[in-house]
């Protein structure tokens, strides 16, 4: 194990910058998919317009932001192991922001299957004010990874 970890080692910035790059992709699919679900509020279920954010919203999922978290979970944690990390109390908190994150992810895949079942019952106000959630995690998590308050 240590030997792979040796290996793995020497390729921390690749891992880094792909992590990085799965972040920014998941975090903008994240800012804008409630926004989409702002205007789509807008729309008669089963207009064309109705059925085009459908289109915008399951390519954004689909194409976007599934693969990104997914990207961010495998190369995270590998980031952790590697640097061993994983021990410092800001990595930790971090990590619980972005469960949190995960929670929102979760939760606006159960709205777009409402939209695309035109069965949404929220409105477009509830939509514009759940969008700052991700926003306000992202700040967080940025002055935990940059500042590193707790040790580091």
Not at 7 to 18: E, G, H, P, R, V
Not at 140 to 147: A, K, P, R
Request: net charge positive; hydrophobic share 55%.
């Amino acid at each position: 194990m240590d030997e792979l970890r040796n290996n793995l080692a020497n390729y921390i910035d690749w891992f880094l910058a792909f992590h990085i790059i799965a972040v920014i992709a998941w975090m903008s699919g994240m800012l804008y998919l409630p926004r989409l679900f702002v205007y789509h509020t807008e729309t008669v279920p089963g207009s064309e317009a109705s059925e085009r954010f459908k289109l915008m919203e399951r390519r954004l999922l689909r194409g976007i932001i599934n693969p990104a978290m997914i990207a961010v979970w495998i190369l995270g944690p590998l980031l952790a192991w590697l640097t061993g990390a994983y021990l410092d109390t800001w990595l930790q908190i971090k990590f619980a922001l972005v469960v949190v994150m995960s929670g929102m992810h979760g939760f606006f895949v159960r709205c777009w299957r409402d939209f695309e079942a035109d069965r949404n019952t929220r409105s477009a106000r509830f939509y514009r004010i759940v969008n700052e959630v991700p926003a306000v995690l992202m700040v967080l998590i940025v002055i935990l990874v940059v500042v590193k308050p707790f040790g580091g």
